[in-house]
């Protein structure tokens, strides 16, 4: 055992999950020239021989992550890559290689890891990235997956976090809060399996809500759409833990406040009836929900005009001078701040 001689105890949740990475952190110096972007966006960004790549990674643990009560070990591989290809996405990169290093206990057989990795090629495959690695190890309790996604810049075409400027335009792909709802009604689907477990649940009412769930998809789409349209976004980041946080990660990062529209966010018509259904307000789903993996992003409005017949892209908002703040416009027209949301992590 390592003798603990520190006495001072301080709690994790006090710090929050990026205040605990910035205090970990802070004092390492980067020594490398080919690290042009460290540790602070969604992924970093190194160059070699004029040659920039991105490098990301993600630790999903069950229990925590995931339930394999309702989440097939086919889904989790997919999802696993999937969370990992969306921050590469999210530098405006293009996904090359990943690897995957797995620590499972003895409970699980043989077959369940081959659907795992299964499912880990069908994503390799459909997003066009090799595998070229990982590490396996066994664990006490549980399954936990690490991916490393790697990817390929064009020049100098990374987009970060830090490059909003005031009277940008906030923008999105997609809609929001819709794997969040999916995950409620999984989890009701599994209270009611314990009580009854003849019960054949009728989930085809919630079938889009449960694959975004269950199956999210990477927006490789956006970045090609992107680069047709001429359009490079000015900051962006991926959207895993709700548009809320994710909106003031790139105005913290950028140095600007903003205005979003609350009735400008786009929601699936299954979000709205299943957020009744739940008596949960529909905006507070989409905008701590998370999980979306959609790209937040901000453009010039001189590029407004190449977006705008676009189905797949919504406005839903500006950036102001940081001295404004940041704000959510409501369909009342009321302005309330948006303020930061505990860390999930370490609350529970
Ligand atoms: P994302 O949500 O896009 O995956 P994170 O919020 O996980 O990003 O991480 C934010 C930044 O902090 C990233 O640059 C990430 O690489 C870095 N980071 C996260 N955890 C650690 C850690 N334990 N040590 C060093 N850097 C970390
Ligand atoms: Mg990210």
Redesign the pocket.
């Known amino acids: 055992m390592i003798e603990d001689k520190n006495q001072q105890r301080t709690q994790l949740s006090d710090l929050g999950?990026f205040g605990l990475?910035d205090h970990?952190?802070k004092h390492f110096k980067i020594k490398q020239n080919s690290t042009v972007k460290g540790?602070?966006?969604?992924a970093?960004v190194l160059k070699f021989d004029d040659k920039k790549i991105v490098v990301?990674t993600?630790l999903l643990i069950e229990g925590v992550h995931f339930d394999l009560g309702y989440m097939p070990l086919k889904h989790l591989g997919y999802k696993a890559v999937m969370v990992n290809l969306s921050?590469v996405y999210a530098m405006n990169a293009t996904a090359t290689q990943i690897t995957v290093s797995i620590a499972v206990s003895n409970r699980f057989p043989l077959e369940a890891l081959e659907d795992l990795y299964a499912g880990i090629e069908a994503a390799s495959a459909l997003y066009q990235v090799d595998l070229v690695g990982g590490d396996t190890t066994s664990s006490n309790k549980g399954l936990l997956i690490s991916v490393t996604a790697i990817g390929t810049l064009e020049g100098d075409s990374e987009v970060y976090r830090s490059g909003a400027k005031p009277n940008d335009l906030l923008v999105v792909s997609g809609d929001f809060g819709a794997a969040y709802m999916g995950l409620q009604v999984l989890e009701r689907e599994k209270e009611v399996f314990k009580v009854n477990p003849n019960s054949q649940p009728d989930l085809e009412l919630y079938s889009y809500i449960i694959e975004r769930q269950l199956k999210p998809e990477a927006r490789q789409d956006i970045i090609k759409l992107l680069k047709d349209l001429d359009v490079k976004p000015t900051s962006m980041i991926?959207v895993?833990?709700g548009l809320s946080s994710e909106i003031i990660h790139i105005c913290k990062q950028s140095q600007v406040g903003c205005d979003l529209y609350e009735e400008k966010i786009p929601l699936d018509p299954q979000v709205i009836s299943t957020c009744e259904e739940f008596n949960i307000d529909s905006t507070t789903v989409a905008l701590n929900g998370g999980e979306d993996y959609e790209l937040l992003f901000t453009i010039s409005q001189d590029d407004y005009t190449k977006i705008k017949a676009n189905p797949n892209l919504t406005v839903i908002g500006h950036i102001k001078e940081e001295r404004e703040g940041l704000h959510l416009v409501t369909r009342a027209d009321t302005r309330i701040p948006i303020k930061a949301q505990g860390w999930k992590g370490f609350n529970d």
Do not use: F, Q, R
Request: overall charge negative; proline content about 0%.
């Open positions: 999950e990475i970990l952190t540790i602070g966006d969604d970093a990301t993600d921050d991926d895993s833990d």
